[in-house]
């Protein structure tokens, strides 16, 4: 029974090898923003993936503790912190555009009785109000995998996690996906756990210039 227990546990926690794919291998082609917002070079879509990674190499520890100023520590975060951090690579600063954004329309967040920019853009369910009227929604059924692109953003379990898609696939296509449940690999064959409701691509080109906030030097 133990053993059956641990097999289970490390297929469930994606510990056991497996052979990583890449979109090449199921004849997709990978999309490339038209938008640099921070002209370092890389285009938007994969500096945000670029940045999930570095927030899954670093490994910071499962802390959802509450910051003045609103940013943890590198090595403390939580789901929706992979996601701000990602976009800072691509020199966003999603805190700020966030709260911007409950300034001008404070109806379509239900979830905030009172306003606290340090807080308020860590919530899953503020970031699926942001990025429902911002991004690109997409096809939530992972069998579409000529659909899912290394940096878009996806929303699980009734809006209660979150992660960015890698570049790196499963055997059936599907992508890893890049996210931090305090889990032991933090980019993972993830779909085969979490449901998803919400699946967004960010093209800034779509999106008014008042809403794009950079992040400060």
């Given at each position: ?66 910051y003045d100023g609103g940013f943890p520590p590198d090595d403390i975060g939580v789901c929706t912190d992979v996601v701000w951090r990602a976009f800072k690579n691509a020199g966003y600063n999603l805190r ?122």
């Amino acid at each position: 029974m133990s053993v059956s227990v641990g097999l289970y546990a490390s297929y469930y926690y994606n510990l056991l090898p497996a052979k990583i794919y890449t979109a090449e291998d199921f004849g997709i082609e990978t999309l490339h923003s038209s938008v640099d917002f921070d002209g370092d070079g890389t285009d938007d879509y994969t500096d945000i993936l670029l940045g999930a990674r570095m927030d899954a190499e670093n490994h910071p520890r499962y802390d959802g503790s509450y910051y003045d100023g609103g940013f943890p520590p590198d090595d403390i975060g939580v789901c929706t912190d992979v996601v701000w951090r990602a976009f800072k690579n691509a020199g966003y600063n999603l805190r700020e555009m966030v709260d911007y954004d409950v300034s001008l329309r404070p109806e379509a967040y239900p979830a905030i009785e009172k306003r606290d920019n340090n807080i308020d853009f860590r919530r899953v369910v503020n970031l699926r109000v942001f990025f429902e009227e911002y991004a690109i929604s997409l096809t939530v059924d992972t069998d579409e995998i000529n659909e899912w692109q290394p940096g878009d953003i996806v929303i699980f379990n009734n809006n209660k996690h979150i992660g960015i898609v890698s570049d790196k696939q499963n055997a059936d296509g599907q992508p890893y996906i890049i996210h931090n449940s305090g889990q032991p690999k933090r980019e993972e064959d993830y779909l085969k756990r979490g449901n998803v409701v919400g699946h967004y691509r960010f093209d800034a080109s779509l999106v008014n210039p008042s809403i794009l906030i950079e992040w400060p030097e």
